[in-house]
């Protein structure tokens, strides 16, 4: 079963505009990462938070973790054309748990930024 | 350059065939993973190897068998016994189980003919 679950399924924006991206997930975590995927590829690691940590920035990407709520966001600031591609959230489950070293991804966020 | 090889990129089977998907890669990776991923879906966990010569089932392993002999390796074979096996199929590898992220392959898209 996926635990991740991500909002909104589909999000279409304006070159330079902000894309903002949610995910949430069920059990205790060891981190959390996100991915990108462009049509038909495989999956490239963009960004890895710990649970431990509250905030992340990498570029024009920052990720913040809430493990109170159970939630992470993702934001890719001063959108591109290039961006366009699924955005999947991912996270590893802490030791004891059933998802102790499982990766287990969400469903994703299609972007499409428009030029 | 390192990386990770899955081949082929497109495979067709016919019914009640097995067929073998590989997975390869250079990056002296500990842990590989094989995930199916189904049109508009995420990814679901097949088998992952933490160790040569050692694996574990993941959510949906069942009409699937893997091995790992060398590390370099970790080849998927869909038998016949999965019933629903067109899909687009993910290998990746990673730094042991700690906090790392994973590299993936190009993937392998399966279809039934």
């Known amino acids: 079963s996926q635990q991740g679950e991500e909002d909104p399924q589909a999000l279409s924006i304006q070159e330079g505009e902000n894309a903002t991206m949610n995910c949430s997930y069920k059990t205790s975590i060891n981190n959390l990462q996100w991915y990108r995927q462009n049509s038909g590829r495989g999956l490239v690691h963009l960004i890895l938070?710990?649970?431990?940590?509250r905030e992340k920035h990498s570029g024009r990407l920052r990720v913040t973790l809430d493990t109170s709520k159970k939630s992470s966001s993702l934001l890719i600031t001063a959108s591109r054309a290039a961006d366009t591609a699924s955005y999947f959230c991912a996270s590893r489950g802490s030791a004891g748990g059933t998802s102790y070293g499982k990766l287990t991804f969400g469903q994703g966020t299609i972007l499409t930024v428009h030029p | 350059d390192g990386g990770i090889t899955q081949s082929p990129k497109y495979l067709f089977r016919k019914e009640g065939q097995n067929v073998t998907l590989s997975c390869e890669q250079n990056l002296n990776h500990d842990a590989m993973y094989w995930y199916r991923q189904d049109p508009g879906q995420g990814l679901r966990l097949i088998y992952y190897?933490?160790?040569?010569?050692?694996?574990q089932k993941g959510d949906i392993a069942e009409g699937y068998s893997v091995s790992r002999e060398k590390k370099e390796s970790f080849p998927l074979t869909v038998t016949s016994a999965q019933k629903n096996p067109t899909a687009f199929y993910l290998c990746?590898?990673?730094?042991?189980?700690?906090?790392?992220?994973?590299?993936f392959g190009s993937g392998t898209r399966l279809t039934v003919v």
């Open positions: 938070i710990r649970s431990n940590e």
């Open positions: 190897s933490q160790i040569v010569n050692d694996f």
């Open positions: 990746a590898s990673s730094r042991e189980t700690g906090n790392y992220g994973y590299t």
